[in-house]
């Protein structure tokens, strides 16, 4: 490779995304697979339904996750220990707006000996007291380091002013969450979210057919606790006028600018160019917002729009920090690019390098069998059509000015922007 000659660029040729392979248990749980890559590994993921808006709290549904390879019927908290490590298993535990997950990556030679721990900690958890009050302590720890950060109290007024004030996704975190979160708390939760009729897992990586079958048998010698948590989809409340807030800050040197405005949804035929739209507004390096409070004018160091879009409804986000002296200065900046965006929109040089942009993104779900399989477990979590790789390919293809000006014009008009500062 001569280093000293750029690369050529290209256009991707052919891109799809392969299936995956799904079946139902005898339990009633999903497994999904897709298989790939040359390294000898794999990784199955477990998602319950039931997260923040179900739980009621933004935490306690990832600590029990967390807490599930601390020991079980069979397996002391040591020996469960001792196993992963020796079998260099890592585990991760999240909790998002409508589902908890475990994740489990493991050595493909070391299934057989991982599986039977798992599906015992699966089915008789041991929560051992001690280490689910370290587990407590670490949230509660977290959650103060993140109300301290500056930004925090726009972040706050700004996911209300979006989601609607008491909407379930608007909740924010205080430390109370973790506290008096009992052993017997803990398994209550749990028992909530073990149903396994409710359950998806899904398995990606140099798989065979050995692997899969230690899989399948050890997902079917799980037991269903609970009938398990009912998704409660609350759709979003954003004012029906658009509204400043002001987050009081006054000991900070910069200013944190949240800006947005409710839009159409993920089932409207025009999500996708809006979302093409959005990353010509402030999606990747190259973009109009970026290009000009940034690179021209400098009065941030960087500044991002991004869609938003869940199965309550959707919104525009626009996020960025600057001196305070230059707040008014970067709102107004922001709304004279939405504007130029329906009057002025991306064509020739700058319209290419945003399909090249938006199709990079897109092929990298195309990487290897985890990224795949995030894609599809995505996908079933928003609650997308099942081609929607296929419409985002073809709506890229498809981009010219003429749809994005008109895209700018009805759904991210500057007289519907909403903005919360600090100062």
């Known amino acids: 490779m001569n280093r000293r000659q750029a690369p050529p660029v290209r256009p991707f040729g052919h891109l799809s995304l392969p299936a995956d392979t799904v079946e139902e248990l005898s ?5 999904h697979y897709v298989g790939g890559g040359d390294q000898p590994i794999c990784r199955l993921i477990l998602c319950f339904p039931g997260g923040l808006a179900e739980i009621g709290n933004t935490v306690t549904g990832k600590i029990v996750m967390s807490m599930l390879s601390n020991g079980s019927g069979h397996y002391s908290t040591e020996e469960t220990a001792d196993i992963l490590d020796f079998n260099g298993v890592r585990t991760g535990a999240s909790q ?9 990556s493991m050595l493909n030679h070391r299934v057989a000996e991982i599986m039977p721990v798992m599906t015992d900690f699966l089915n008789a958890p041991l929560f051992p007291a001690d280490r689910l009050a370290t587990a407590c302590l670490n949230a509660r720890t977290q959650i103060e380091t993140d109300i301290a950060e500056p930004s925090f109290g726009v972040e706050k007024l700004f996911d209300e002013l979006m989601l609607g004030k008491g909407h379930p996704l608007a909740l924010s975190p205080t430390p109370a969450f973790a506290e008096g979160f009992t052993v017997d708390k803990a398994r209550e939760l749990y028992n909530r979210l073990m149903c396994t009729t409710k359950c998806e897992a899904f398995l990606s990586g140099a798989l065979n057919e050995d692997i899969i079958q230690r899989v399948r048998t050890a997902l079917e010698g799980v037991r269903s606790r609970s009938e398990g948590f009912t998704p409660k989809y609350v759709p979003l409340m954003p004012p029906d006028e658009p509204k400043h807030l002001h987050a009081e800050q006054p000991d900070s040197l910069q200013s944190t600018v949240k800006a947005g405005m409710p839009t159409i949804g993920r089932n409207h035929p025009d999500y996708i160019p809006l979302h093409l739209t959005v990353m010509a507004l402030g999606g990747y390096f190259g973009s109009r917002l970026m290009t000009n409070i940034r690179e021209k ?28 002296s230059y707040t008014s200065r970067v709102l107004d900046e922001i709304r004279a690019e939405l504007s130029r965006l329906a009057t002025n929109p991306p064509t020739d040089r700058e ?8 199709t990079s993104a897109l092929a990298k779900s195309l990487d290897g069998p985890d990224e795949i399989t995030d894609f599809h477990m995505t996908r079933l979590m928003a609650d997308t059509p099942p081609d929607y790789f296929d419409a985002r390919l073809r709506a890229i293809t498809a981009l010219n000015p003429e749809t994005i000006a008109r895209i700018a014009a009805t759904e991210l008009n500057p007289d519907r922007l909403s903005t919360v500062t600090d100062a």
């Open 27 to 31: 339990n009633g749980i999903r497994l």
């Open 96 to 104: 998002r707006s409508h589902f908890c997950t475990l994740r489990i």
């Open 297 to 324: 004018k400098g009065l941030t160091y960087g500044i991002h729009a991004s869609l938003m879009g869940q199965r309550e409804g959707a919104y525009l986000q626009i996020s960025a920090q600057c001196d305070r």
């Open 351 to 358: 319209l290419e390098r945003l399909k090249l942009y938006a």
